[in-house]
């Protein structure tokens, strides 16, 4: 038998975990995670905003495994995965074991202060595009990882789970993981363990109300179900809690709007943004893990320290933020859309400030708070019945239905400007 450690947590008291699963969070690579801010610099406006990405992930892997557990619970529920997936129960351990670490680990690949350094990603020479954290953290699993997780005694004498298939239920790579790729759902989708840890989490430590929902019913409540296109399986919410995700996307929603899309917020990670630049230009690719790994937010507060000649490092040191001027409608009216008003607007506004030559940031906060099966990513909640056929969300509650993507744009200068550009526009 495994010895099992407990660490207390603020929102679920107790976390548990065994030997192997210790000696991954003791690695070095996952211990990174103490220094990289879960909300980059939100804390110079929410001061309790100081909480890490090692928090979360702890987090994470807590809540996924609440949320297999809550399914293989059920008798149905079992039936359908051994008639869908060829589940079998015998290997139900190991299946959980993966989803643990897959959740565990889903975020060790986070830069310097989480999402508000992603712009600074290189571009993929194989595709072209920008890294994606995604890409470190299956590098890291691979790479630095790879001996804690597959030479492990408990995991050699019992599970084999390699890193290859951990780093396929995060990517969604159904080629090494098959039918088993199902599980990811648990890690990302639009009824996730990360979305429902992060929203409880943020808004802890930020104050505020906007991301509490009733977690109890929502592990009671979630099961699976048919697609009723494809017949393929789904996770869903029992028809009798379908309020309960009607809840997880108004505060998804309430959190981004009044949280992470704020104000002064926003114009933190602007100026984090300009000092990076200045800094580093660019952050180390996947192929220079060393690197990479050297730059967490310490690091970074070292280079704002030792500068004597960044602008952007000692107004972040002497919080002196970016003011905005101008900012469009949350939610702006059709008239608005029709005429082009806002956009003409911002164009006039920049155009002054040209003039002026007034140094200016124009940003533009977008949201999707939730996809409809339109669309080509996500599948929408499914609402699933005693007869386990399955309905999106969006026909159950309006005001789901009802929630608009958000695109609201600010332009901001540097606040010995703000005055002068309020003059002019």
């Not at 690695?27 to 309790?48: K, N, S, W």
């Not at 699993?141 to 890193?163: A, D, M, Q, W, Y």
């Not at 669309?375 to 499914?382: A, V």
């Amino acid at each position: 038998m495994s010895e099992v450690y407990e660490i207390r947590d603020p929102i679920y008291g107790f976390i548990t975990f065994d030997e192997w699963e210790k000696d991954i969070i003791a690695h070095p690579v996952f211990q990174r995670l103490r220094r990289i801010r879960q909300l980059a610099l939100t804390e110079m406006v929410y001061p309790g905003a100081t909480h890490t990405r090692l928090e979360h992930s702890l987090g994470v892997m807590h809540l996924a495994t609440k949320m297999y557990d809550a399914i293989i619970r059920d008798d149905e529920n079992k039936r359908l995965l051994k008639e869908k997936l060829q589940y079998k129960e015998a290997g139900s351990e190991r299946d959980r074991h993966l989803v643990r670490l897959s959740a565990l680990l889903h975020d060790v690949g986070q830069p310097c202060f989480s999402h508000a350094s992603e712009d600074l990603f290189e571009n993929n020479p194989l595709t072209g595009k920008a890294y994606k954290h995604e890409d470190y953290t299956v590098e890291l699993i691979k790479g630095p990882l790879r001996e804690v997780i597959e030479n492990h005694n408990l995991n050699k004498n019992n599970f084999k789970i390699t890193s290859d298939e951990i780093s396929a239920l995060i990517q969604g790579n159904p080629s090494i993981l098959g039918k088993k790729i199902f599980w990811k759902v648990i890690i990302s989708s639009q009824l996730d363990a990360d979305r429902a840890d992060y929203l409880f989490r943020d808004s802890l430590h930020t104050g505020v109300k906007y991301g509490l929902y009733d977690l109890d019913r929502l592990l009671v409540t979630i099961t699976l179900g048919k697609d009723p296109e494809t017949d393929d399986i789904v996770l869903g919410v029992k028809e009798g809690g379908w309020h309960v995700a009607e809840s997880l996307i108004t505060a998804r929603y309430q959190t981004f709007s009044q949280v992470y899309f704020h104000k002064t917020r926003r114009a933190y990670d602007i100026m984090l943004q300009q000092f990076l630049v200045e800094i580093i230009k660019k952050l180390p690719p996947p192929t220079k893990l060393d690197e990479f790994l050297e730059l967490d937010d310490y690091a970074v507060w070292h280079m704002m320290r030792e500068s004597n000649s960044s602008y952007w490092a000692k107004s972040i040191l002497k919080r002196s933020h970016l003011r905005k001027i101008h900012e469009t409608k949350d939610v702006p009216v059709q008239k608005d859309i029709e005429n082009n008003n806002e956009t003409e607007k911002a164009t006039k506004i920049i155009k002054l400030l040209d003039s002026k030559n007034i140094w200016y940031r124009e940003d533009c906060a977008k949201g999707v708070w939730y996809k409809l099966n339109n669309e080509e990513s996500d599948k929408e909640i499914w609402i699933i019945s005693k007869e386990r056929t399955s309905s999106p969300l969006s026909q159950y509650s309006r005001i789901v239905k009802s929630l608009s993507d958000s695109r609201q744009t600010r332009i901001y200068v540097k606040p010995q400007d703000e005055k002068e550009a309020k003059s002019i526009i």
